[in-house]
């Protein structure tokens, strides 16, 4: 890896108060002599190769590890390929991560997508729950662009399922896309499973959900994917910026108390 590869992080906010819920761990390759290369690239290429296990045993740790450090106990998602899930260590490398780096395991979320569940089904959902055994999450990524999806979520209860950007996309002008949306966070209430949009970039797209009772969103609107430090920041920030409001509602509360009720 040679410090080429690393890591960005993108924000997941309650879309109802505006705070930062977690984060989703993003690998990013600069490849030298060229720059950077999307994900969709590099990540197929690894797993043909066979260095998807290491390049993925890399992320876990190294998120782990920065999200330890984080000021605010906020949850960190990474992202686990089939062909990487499927290793027989794979379990024993995230046990370890979490122990090496000191991160509570509720505070790790693992994202697959149904491509995990395709093939060796009673195993795979054995060793599902195993990791969540240990006390770490499951979302289950790309929602709605499969074939199987509902099926799989009678089979397992994912914590998360994540709407996937391109019905996002066609909020603002799609009464299909809005339909779909409201029927996946119907029942992901029903579940009691949280509900998550990706790719959300305009207010417009952020007020229908809002609207239709979605909990939780990321996309460029809220943050684009930063370096940690950039990340660390805006937590301070957000801080900040709650601390401060503080004294201004406490005012507003004693006013209001003291009002006079009108005649």
């Given amino acids: 890896m040679n410090g080429t590869l690393f890591l960005n992080y993108q924000p997941q906010v309650d879309v109802r108060s505006g705070k930062v819920v977690?984060?989703?761990?993003?690998?990013r390759w600069n490849r030298p002599g060229q720059g950077p290369v999307p994900p969709d690239r590099f990540v197929e290429l690894a797993e043909d190769i066979g260095l998807i296990g290491r390049i993925g045993a890399w992320v876990l740790e190294e998120a782990c590890r920065v999200a330890a450090a984080w000021p605010?106990?906020?949850a960190i998602a990474v992202n686990v390929s089939p062909s990487q899930f499927r290793l027989p260590r794979f379990y024993k490398g995230l046990v370890g991560a979490l122990g090496r780096s000191g991160l509570e395991p509720w505070r790790l979320q693992v994202e697959i997508t149904e491509g995990i569940l395709l093939n060796d089904t009673e195993e795979t959902l054995d060793e599902l729950k195993r990791i969540r055994a240990f006390g770490v999450s499951i979302a289950?990524?790309?929602?709605g662009t499969g074939y199987s999806s509902l099926s799989y979520l009678q089979k397992f209860r994912f914590d998360k399922i994540k709407i996937d950007r391109t019905f996002v996309?066609?909020?603002a002008d799609d009464p299909?896309?809005?339909a779909i949306v409201r029927a996946v966070v119907g029942f992901s209430e029903a579940l009691g499973v949280i509900a998550n949009a990706e790719g959300v970039?305009?207010?417009?797209?952020?007020e229908v959900l809002r609207a239709e009772g979605c909990l939780e969103v990321q996309g460029y609107l809220y943050g684009?994917?930063?370096?940690?430090?950039?990340?660390?920041?805006m937590l301070y920030a957000a801080r900040q910026n709650e601390f401060?409001?503080?004294?201004?509602?406490?005012a507003r509360t004693r006013a209001q108390g003291l009002a006079l009720p009108s005649r």
């Avoid at 977690?22 to 690998?27: S, V």
């Avoid at 401060?244 to 406490?250: G, I, L, S, W, Y």
């Fill in 201 to 206: 970039e305009t207010a417009a797209q952020a």
């Fill in 22 to 27: 977690g984060a989703e761990a993003l690998l």
């Fill in 244 to 250: 401060a409001a503080q004294p201004r509602e406490r």
């Fill in 176 to 178: 299909n896309a809005v």
């Fill in 72 to 74: 605010e106990p906020i």
């Fill in 224 to 233: 684009r994917p930063m370096s940690s430090e950039a990340f660390v920041r």
């Fill in 140 to 143: 289950m990524d790309d929602f």
């Fill in 169 to 171: 996309n066609r909020l």
